[in-house]
C-alpha cells in the first residue's frame, strides 16, 4: 500500500512562514503530478499549488507570489513553503499525489490525512 503522511502544520502569526512536508512511502514505482489542496471551514476543497514530475508548477491566484512549492523525488517528499502567511490561509492542508504502485503497476490517485494550518494573531 501506499500512504502519504503530512507534517508541519500549526499556528502562525500573520506575516509569518511556516513549510508544509508530505513524505509519500510503500510500494512506489514512481510518483507523477504532487500538490497540495486546502478547505477551510463550510467552503469546498481548493488547489493551492501543484509540481509535475518534471518539476512544473503552477498556483491558486490566491497564493501567487507567497507560497512556493517544491519535491524531492530522491525522497518522494513534497513541500510547500508559505510566507506572507493570512488569516485567510487558515485551512486544512491535505496532500495529493499521482502514484503508480510498484505491486500493481496502476496509477492511484492518494491523499495524506491533513494538517492544520492556523493563522492568527
Known amino acids: 500500500q501506499v500512504q502519504l503522511v503530512e507534517s508541519g502544520g500549526g499556528l502562525v502569526q500573520p506575516g509569518g512562514s511556516l513549510r508544509l512536508s508530505c513524505a509519500a512511502s510503500g510500494s512506489i514505482f514512481s510518483i507523477n503530478a504532487m500538490g497540495w489542496y486546502r478547505q477551510a471551514p463550510g467552503k469546498e476543497r481548493e488547489l493551492v499549488a501543484r509540481?509535475?514530475?518534471?518539476?512544473?508548477?503552477n498556483y491558486a491566484d490566491s497564493v501567487k507570489g507567497r507560497f512556493t512549492i517544491s519535491r524531492d523525488n530522491a525522497k518522494n517528499t513534497v513541500y510547500l513553503q508559505m510566507n506572507s502567511l493570512k488569516p485567510e490561509d487558515t485551512a486544512v492542508y491535505y496532500c495529493n499525489a499521482g502514484i503508480i504502485s510498484a505491486y500493481t503497476g496502476r496509477l492511484g490517485d492518494y491523499w495524506g490525512q491533513g494538517t492544520q494550518v492556523t493563522v492568527s494573531s
Open positions: 509540481i509535475t514530475s518534471n518539476s512544473n508548477t
